[in-house]
């Protein structure tokens, strides 16, 4: 789900997660589109992230920065990502 080399999005989530897999899926495209990858972190190998995260999954982030939670409308996350170019 990552590529090594290239500025990711980060995707918080569980595996097992159909909001998780939605997210991912939604919102690829747009990150080939800009020349990023989609980096998936699941949260429940992390007691930080699980405590963090917990019931807000799936999480979108740029760095420090949250893009989404929940759902990404793949315009939406297209605008932000053209604001940072």
Same mark, same amino acid.
């Given at each position: 789900?990552?590529? &090594?080399?290239?500025?990711?999005? %980060? %995707? +918080?989530?569980?595996? +097992?997660?159909?909001?998780?897999?939605?997210?991912? $899926?939604? @919102?690829?495209? @747009?990150? $080939?589109?800009?020349?990023?990858? *989609?980096? +998936? =972190?699941?949260? #429940? &190998?992390?007691? @930080? /992230?699980?405590?963090? +995260?917990?019931?807000? !999954?799936? @999480? %979108?982030? /740029?760095? #420090?920065?949250? =893009?989404?939670?929940?759902?990404?409308?793949?315009?939406?996350?297209?605008? *932000? %990502?053209?604001? !940072?170019?």
């Amino acid at each position: 789900m990552s590529g &090594t080399g290239r500025v990711a999005l %980060l %995707l +918080y989530g569980r595996r +097992y997660c159909h909001l998780c897999e939605e997210m991912e $899926a939604a @919102v690829a495209p @747009v990150a $080939a589109e800009f020349g990023l990858c *989609v980096r +998936y =972190i699941d949260i #429940d &190998t992390d007691p @930080v /992230l699980e405590e963090r +995260y917990s019931a807000r !999954i799936p @999480v %979108l982030a /740029l760095g #420090d920065a949250e =893009i989404a939670q929940f759902r990404a409308n793949p315009d939406a996350v297209r605008e *932000v %990502l053209a604001q !940072i170019r």
